[in-house]
Nanobody
Framework: QVQLAESGGGLVQAGGSLRLSCAHS????????KGWFRQAPGKERAFVAA????????SYAESVKGRFTISRDNAKNTVYLQMNNLKPEDTAVYYC?????????????????WGQGTQVTVSS
């Protein structure tokens, strides 16, 4: 069993920053991809960023490139999402997700494990 626990959400003004964390406990695999998705009210869950656990390759949605950075701490089994220059349209529940393997996919259905989500609200 894999457990993912997000933290770090909150309320921030436009232009501000937040750092989300996702701690992984339970079963691990030799190759993993960890990702962040978000879901705004009335919208479908959408890909934000992902990182391969072994090589550290990354992928980002176009809407967050240059503003968000995904990183990992293998020793702590934790993945981070540093979010800078936040905009009101970044407001959403942010979910951590994981899939076994070494290929980064952006589809929600490609991920096997999910956290409970953390709310990020950006005020204008």
């Amino acid at each position: 069993q894999v457990q993912l626990a997000e933290s770090g959400g909150g309320l921030v003004q436009a232009g501000g920053s937040l750092r989300l964390s996702c701690a992984h406990s339970g079963r691990t695999f030799s190759s993993f991809v960890k990702g962040w998705f978000r879901q705004a009210p009335g919208k479908e869950r959408a890909f934000v960023a992902a990182i391969t656990w072994s090589g550290g390759r990354t992928s980002y949605a176009e809407s967050v490139k240059g503003r968000f950075t995904i990183s990992r701490d293998n020793a702590k089994n934790t993945v981070y999402l540093q979010m800078n220059n936040l905009k009101p349209e970044d407001t959403a529940v942010y979910y951590c997700a994981a899939r076994v393997g070494d290929i980064i996919w952006q589809g929600v259905d490609r991920y096997d494990y999910w956290g409970q989500g953390t709310q990020v609200t950006v005020s204008s």
